[in-house]
């Protein structure tokens, strides 16, 4: 993440999943299942479903936070056929059991979130008024930048070269 505040940030909420395990160590699997546009009224861990077997619920609300620099990826993620978000969920030690650790537009970024290895990180398909504002939003500040293929410096073969020892350098 950049240490560059945001151009803009788009309110999103999470919903979340909970479904039983048949694992003997977990009682429930949890992940990321969705995003909505916007800032809902609903309190954060509202219960949307259950049937005994799966709940949904409203996580709450984070923060999409657009880059400039970042135009290529949000155009990547918009061409790619599937436009995605990345939603990061952080394990808590009581009630509610996750917290939202972040959502991103950015692929490589929702790549980072699962270098710790210890949130759970779902990619989400991006609602389309998010597709529109980050549209527009790549459209207006995008700038192309050429590639360049960096040329490497040739190898000096006498610096791998054996030396001999010079008069007096040796052990005596």
């Known amino acids: 993440m950049s240490n560059v505040p945001p151009h803009i940030s788009i309110p999103v909420g999470v919903i979340v999943e909970r479904s039983k395990s048949e694992n003997p160590w977990a009682d429930f699997y949890w992940r990321a299942t969705g995003v909505l546009a916007g800032q809902p009224e609903t309190p954060a861990w509202t219960v949307l479903s259950d049937d005994g077997q799966r709940a949904t619920f409203y996580a709450g609300t984070a923060n999409v936070?657009?880059?400039?620099?970042?135009?290529?990826?949000?155009?990547?993620?918009?061409?790619?056929?599937?436009?995605?978000?990345?939603?990061?969920?952080?394990?808590?030690?009581?009630?509610?059991?996750?917290?939202?650790a972040a959502v991103t537009a950015d692929p490589a970024e929702g790549e980072s979130f699962t270098e710790a290895g210890t949130d759970l990180v779902e990619q989400v398909p991006m609602p389309p008024p998010i597709q529109e504002?980050?549209?527009?939003?790549?459209?207006?500040?995008?700038?192309?930048?050429?590639?360049?293929?960096?040329?490497?410096?040739?190898?000096?073969?006498?610096?791998?070269?054996?030396?001999?020892?010079?008069?007096?350098?040796?052990?005596?």
């Open 133 to 172: 504002l980050l549209t527009a939003f790549v459209a207006e500040h995008h700038v192309e930048r050429p590639f360049f293929k960096r040329k490497r410096d040739r190898a000096n073969p006498e610096a791998m070269a054996r030396r001999s020892r010079a008069a007096g350098d040796g052990d005596e």
């Open 65 to 100: 936070a657009l880059y400039r620099t970042e135009t290529g990826f949000y155009r990547d993620n918009l061409t790619s056929g599937a436009p995605a978000l990345w939603v990061a969920l952080r394990a808590t030690e009581g009630e509610p059991p996750y917290t939202i």
